[in-house]
């Protein structure tokens, strides 16, 4: 059975059915999801918790034709529980991410400073292995995180549509809202060094405390792999030192509005250098069920920085991509 059957199974339908059965039973089945999230006490990772998300995101990458999609987002009951299951989503990633952080923590160790060239022979060569088996088990609890192929494919799409919009391969990358678990971050870490044999730095910021502390932990835990990675403590609309980046990044996550993102996407740009390159994530059609979509029909979304590519995703991939450039200043003009 395919995935695409597994669902209609699950819904009972298959699209060849009128427009109104089908965004009917679309809606009965997210309203369904949506209560089940809300009656648990908390959203931490469990087997019915993780069930719940993984129904809720089957849903939402479906791709009914248009007028399909468009019933079931104009419709009055969904319309009301949106902001509150946006709300579910973000902390239910929140929750599984810092879960997973915590894994691949406890898995690794602290390499720097753990060898002494005075240690005897044996002892040095023990310390030495322990630390490999350590990193390894490290980077092996970070590939079996629920989403990790995801992040990889999201990743791998973007960094070739800014390869194509760039001169020169970029080296300095900020994330904004990297969260606990910044494997976009790793994953433009390593794949941009890999291909241009440069090391290039991705600095994160995140507004939480909490989040910082764990995803620096973790970084230290898988050791090399991570040393490019820096980390600031910071509000999106404060982050410092934004002219130094040839790429900014802004997590799907960061302004749960549109006027709330419209206005740090302006934020960003004046503080970004012309020409930098900045990628939104967004979501389009169901999937913005699960994530807070970007007007791209407005060029005023973007401030001074002009729209180069608009991606939506139509596999399993959630996040839509928006990449803008930065324009000249009319000083520099």
């Known amino acids: 059975m395919t995935f695409l059957s597994t669902v209609q199974a699950y819904l009972g339908f298959s699209f060849s059915k009128p427009a109104d059965t089908v965004a009917e039973r679309y809606i009965a089945a997210i309203l369904n999801v949506h209560h089940a999230l809300s009656q648990l006490p908390n959203l931490d990772p469990s087997p019915e918790v993780n069930s719940l998300f993984s129904e809720l995101v089957a849903l939402c990458i479906q791709t009914p034709d248009e007028q399909v999609a468009a019933r079931i987002l104009s419709d009055g009951r969904i319309n009301r529980i949106i902001p509150h299951l946006r709300q579910l989503c973000s902390e239910g990633e929140s929750q599984l991410e810092a879960y997973w952080a915590k894994k691949i923590t406890a898995c690794g160790t602290e390499h720097e400073g753990k060898f002494d060239i005075c240690m005897a022979p044996d002892v040095l060569e023990n310390k030495q292995y322990q630390c490999l088996t350590q990193l390894i088990a490290a980077m092996n609890m970070l590939r079996q995180f629920t989403y990790y192929s995801n992040y990889v494919d999201l990743t791998r799409l973007e960094l070739s549509m800014i390869l194509a919009l760039s001169v020169d391969p970029p080296r300095i990358f900020a994330f904004i809202g990297s969260g606990p678990l910044p494997l976009s971050s790793l994953c433009i870490a390593a794949s941009l060094s890999r291909e241009n044999g440069e090391k290039v730095v991705v600095h994160n910021i995140d507004n939480h405390h909490w989040a910082i502390k764990q995803s620096s932990e973790m970084c230290r835990a898988l050791g090399s792999y991570a040393e490019r990675l820096q980390f600031q ?87 839509s991509v928006v990449i803008c450039r930065v324009k000249p200043r009319r000083d520099d003009v």
Do not use: W
Not at 301 to 315: Q, S, V, W
């Open 233 to 319: 403590c910071a509000e999106a609309t404060a982050a410092e030192g934004l002219e130094a980046y040839d790429v900014v990044y802004l997590a799907s996550l960061v302004g749960p509005t549109q006027t709330q993102k419209k206005d740090i996407i302006s934020n960003l740009v004046q503080r970004m250098r012309p020409g930098a390159l900045l990628v939104l994530r967004s979501a389009h059609s169901l999937r913005s069920l699960l994530y807070p979509l970007i007007d791209v029909s407005s060029e005023m979304a973007f401030g001074d920085a002009e729209r180069l590519i608009t991606m939506h995703p139509y596999n399993h991939l959630v996040n």
